[in-house]
């Protein structure tokens, strides 16, 4: 069972990248999927959370709505954070990871990909 983030890379300010998390050894839908990032000297963050398609939910911390977009893809097994309009200080490390999608909030459930290096340029 494991998750593979990917797609992160250096951007100028108002640029775009688009992370992926692909699941191995598991069926991505039968699990709801968030991104997290940690920026150095941070606490860790939940930036956003997807649930399975049944339910049909999204989760977006304040900072990033309007902004990034999180979408799955079934047949490839693939969660998306399409990132629009990059911020320096959306610099940090990505990670994704299984979650719970609560009501009050979106915490992480046990399996964690590796990160992926974000950095926005002013």
């Known amino acids: 069972v494991q998750l593979q983030a990917s797609g992160g890379g250096l951007v100028q300010a108002g640029g775009s990248l688009r992370l992926s998390c692909v699941a191995s050894?598991?069926?991505?839908?039968?699990?709801?999927i968030g991104w997290f990032r940690q920026a150095p000297g941070k606490e860790r963050e939940g930036v956003s959370c997807?649930?399975?398609?049944?339910?049909?939910?999204?989760y977006y911390v304040d900072s990033v709505k309007g902004r990034f977009t999180i979408t799955r893809n079934n047949a490839k097994n693939t969660v998306y954070l399409e990132m629009n309009g990059l911020k320096p200080e959306d610099t940090a490390v990505y990670y994704c990871?299984?979650?719970?999608?609560?009501?009050?909030?979106?915490?992480?459930?046990?399996?964690w990909g590796q990160g992926t290096q974000v950095t926005v340029s002013s």
């Open positions: 997807i649930s399975t398609t049944i339910e049909g939910r999204t």
């Open positions: 990871a299984t979650v719970d999608l609560l009501t009050s909030g979106c915490f992480p459930a046990g399996v």
């Open positions: 050894g598991f069926t991505l839908d039968y699990h709801a």
